[in-house]
């Protein structure tokens, strides 16, 4: 589990453990850090020879070094943009990198990252967001991709991108006011009943904590 403490992660960390799967976890608090390189490589490196049928990585933010996610085009700024670049997507692929040679080799094992509907490029319909929306858009096409790649050496091998909901986290709370929320627990739950139910036709896809398809 990366990002073990979070709202999110601790949530999902918690549920696993409810549903007796022994769960490594793996943060900020340990020394992983998804914006080095050098940090992302020795924490996997220190999990070796280990596998694992699941790698959740529920690390990302909205809101990095107080640069507040955009309301208008005129608001981006170039170091911003950089960090969520930087953790939100290139964090993502340093994960998948490092991480999923950790994978069980036969039969079947997933790795599921948290994305967020506002990354869906289809369903913007509102605006602004952008450097985060960007991010996760980025973030999404790099598991695509990665999706086929791990396919080819296990074709039992799942990789995914899901959106959590509206959670109500520390974090989310100043933006979700005016929308429908859930708890951790709540999204946890949904979260890992998807990755329960999928198959490897489902390789390379999106959805949200119901299980819902979502647009790309």
Same mark, same amino acid.
């Given at each position: 589990m990366l990002g073990a403490t979070?709202? @999110?992660?601790s949530a999902v960390v918690a549920e696993l453990r409810r549903r007796g799967t022994e769960v490594t976890g793996l943060? =900020?608090? %340990? +020394? $992983? *850090?998804?914006? =080095?390189? *050098?940090?992302? @490589?020795?924490?996997a490196r220190a999990l070796e020879p280990q596998r694992f049928g699941l790698i959740f990585?529920? @690390?990302?933010?909205?809101?990095?070094?107080?640069?507040? #996610?955009e309301k208008t085009i005129s608001a981006i700024r170039a170091e911003g943009m950089a960090a969520q670049f930087a953790l939100n997507a290139t964090g993502t692929?340093?994960?998948? &990198?490092?991480? /999923? #040679?950790?994978?069980?080799?036969h039969g079947p094992a997933v790795?599921? /990252?948290l994305s967020a509907r506002v990354g869906s490029i289809g369903d913007n =319909?509102?605006?602004?967001? @952008? &450097?985060y929306r960007a991010?996760?858009?980025a973030q999404n096409q790099i598991l695509r991709t990665a999706a086929i790649e791990l396919a080819r050496r296990n074709p039992q091998v799942i990789v995914i991108a899901l959106h959590p909901g509206t959670v109500r986290t520390r974090l989310s709370a100043p933006y979700a006011v005016r929308h429908p929320t859930i708890s951790a627990?709540?999204?946890? =739950?949904? $979260? $890992?009943?998807?990755?329960?139910?999928?198959? #490897?036709? %489902?390789? +390379?896809?999106?959805? %949200?904590?119901r299980g819902e398809p979502v647009e790309w």
């Open positions: 979070g709202g @999110i992660g943060s =900020r608090r %340990d +020394g $992983l *850090d998804l914006t =080095r390189q *050098d940090s992302v @490589i020795r924490m990585n529920a @690390i990302g933010a909205l809101e990095i070094e107080s640069h507040a #996610p692929a340093l994960a998948l &990198s490092h991480f /999923s #040679p950790l994978l069980q080799q790795f599921a /990252s =319909r509102l605006g602004g967001w @952008i &450097s991010a996760k858009a627990e709540v999204s946890a =739950r949904g $979260l $890992l009943d998807v990755i329960a139910r999928l198959t #490897p036709e %489902d390789n +390379g896809g999106f959805y %949200d904590w």
